[in-house]
T-cell receptor, first 115, second 115 residues
Framework: AQKVTQAQTEISVVEKEDVTLDCVYE???????LFWYKQPPSGELVFLIR??????QNEISGRYSWNFQKSTSSFNFTITASQVVDSAVYFC????????????FGSGTQLTVLP | SAVISQKPSRDICQRGTSLTIQCQVD?????MFWYRQQPGQSLTLIAT?????????ESGFVIDKFPISRPNLTFSTLTVSNMSPEDSSIYLC????????????FGPGTRLTVT
């Protein structure tokens, strides 16, 4: 069985602070995919990144960076110099390489960036 | 990436009635998924809808309550039948974009309120 844990229910930071959102996953599969999505108040789910289990390179995209560590089964997400527009619920998700490729979502982290 | 639209974007329905939600994709995709997001909660998969076969439902979801159609590779519908207030949720469809390797993109969601 697969499981994704986002232990941080809510985080509040002041604008320009850095913030890290934690994601820990469980899976028995050797090939799997990890995702981060952003859900702003409008409700739409915005794809941020996909990482496969064979690629442990960290990734940076502008103010966003992701740290994937198989040894600790973690896929953490850091926002540098946070902005008010970053306020949203962030979901970490997992799928595997089998035929049933639906996503297993974590419970989400509500990030509030205060001006 | 795929462009996905859903209709209606929101609706308020009376108990005991049914609502059909449409999901349209601008490209042909094999796998489509329907998720439910109850207020303040994470996303839960309802079913996987592949063209040419019956939808596969997750535990806790049944075809009589959530019938799904998938007539072609760009379109699907989800019906929420005999609604009760507990069905008040956001319903989202998603597609797997194999061109870039297992990325899943979501529609804007249908916000349903049952009174």
């Amino acid at each position: 069985a697969q499981k994704v844990t986002q232990a941080q229910t809510e985080i509040s930071v002041v604008e320009k602070e850095d913030v890290t959102l934690d994601c820990v996953y469980e899976t028995r599969d050797t090939t799997y995919y990890l995702f981060w999505y952003k859900q702003p108040p409008s409700g739409e789910l915005v794809f941020l990144i996909r990482r496969n289990s064979f690629d442990e390179q960290n990734e940076i995209s502008g103010r966003y960076s992701w740290n994937f560590q198989k040894s600790t089964s973690s896929f953490n997400f850091t926002i540098t110099a946070s902005q008010v527009v970053d306020s949203a619920v962030y979901f970490c998700a997992l799928t595997f390489s089998g035929s049933a490729r639906q996503l297993t979502f974590g419970s989400g982290t509500q990030l509030t960036v205060l001006p | 990436s795929a462009v996905i639209s859903q209709k209606p974007s929101r609706d308020i329905c009376q108990r005991g009635t049914s609502l059909t939600i449409q999901c349209q994709v601008d490209s042909q995709v094999t796998m489509m998924f329907w998720y439910r997001q109850q207020p303040g909660q994470s996303l839960t998969l309802i079913a996987t809808a592949n063209q040419g076969s019956e939808a596969t439902y997750e535990s806790g979801f049944v075809i009589d309550k959530f019938p799904i159609s998938r007539p072609n590779l760009t379109f699907s519908t989800l019906t929420v039948s005999n609604m009760s207030p507990e069905d008040s949720s956001i319903y989202l469809c998603s597609v797997e974009w194999v061109q870039t390797g297992r990325e899943q993109y979501f529609g804007p969601g249908t916000r349903l309120t049952v009174t």
